[in-house]
C-alpha cells in the first residue's frame, strides 16, 4: 500500500495559484511530521515546508515564506501545500513526505509536477 498520495499538481501561470494534496494511508498521527520537498529539473531536491503535528508547527524554506503555506487535515489524514504567486522557478516535481518520532523523512509519495509557465 502506498503510504502517501499527492494530487494537484498542474500546469499553471506566472503569478497563478495550486494546491497540492497529500493523502495518507494511516493516519496523520501515526506520523511525527509531514512535509513538502521539490526537485527541479538538474537541481537537487529541496525541502520546502513541514508540519509537526503536535502544536501544528510549521516550518518553511526562507525562499518561500509568504508564498507557500502548508496545512493538515487529521479527520482526512491529508496535508496541504497553498502556492500563491507561482513563480517559473517553482516548476518541479513535488514530493509529499513523512517521518515518524526519532526517524528521517523515510515516507515519500510518488511525486506530482507543477510546471509554471511565464
Known amino acids: 500500500q502506498v503510504p502517501l498520495v499527492e494530487s494537484g499538481g498542474g500546469l499553471v501561470q506566472a503569478g497563478g495559484s495550486l494546491r497540492l494534496s497529500c493523502a495518507a494511508s494511516v493516519r496523520t498521527f501515526s506520523y511525527y511530521a509531514m512535509g513538502w520537498f521539490r526537485q527541479a529539473p538538474g537541481k537537487e531536491r529541496e525541502f520546502v515546508a513541514d508540519?509537526?503535528?503536535?502544536?501544528?508547527?510549521?516550518h518553511y524554506a526562507d525562499s518561500l515564506k509568504g508564498r507557500f503555506t502548508i496545512s493538515g487535515d487529521n479527520a482526512k489524514n491529508t496535508v496541504y501545500l497553498q502556492m500563491n504567486s507561482l513563480k517559473p522557478e517553482d516548476t518541479a516535481v513535488y514530493y509529499c513526505?513523512?517521518?515518524?518520532?526519532?526517524?528521517?523523512?523515510?515516507?515519500w509519495g510518488q511525486g506530482t509536477q507543477v510546471t509554471v509557465s511565464s
Open positions: 508540519i509537526r503535528w503536535t502544536g501544528s508547527i510549521t
Open positions: 513526505v513523512a517521518r515518524r518520532v526519532g526517524g528521517d523523512w523515510d515516507y
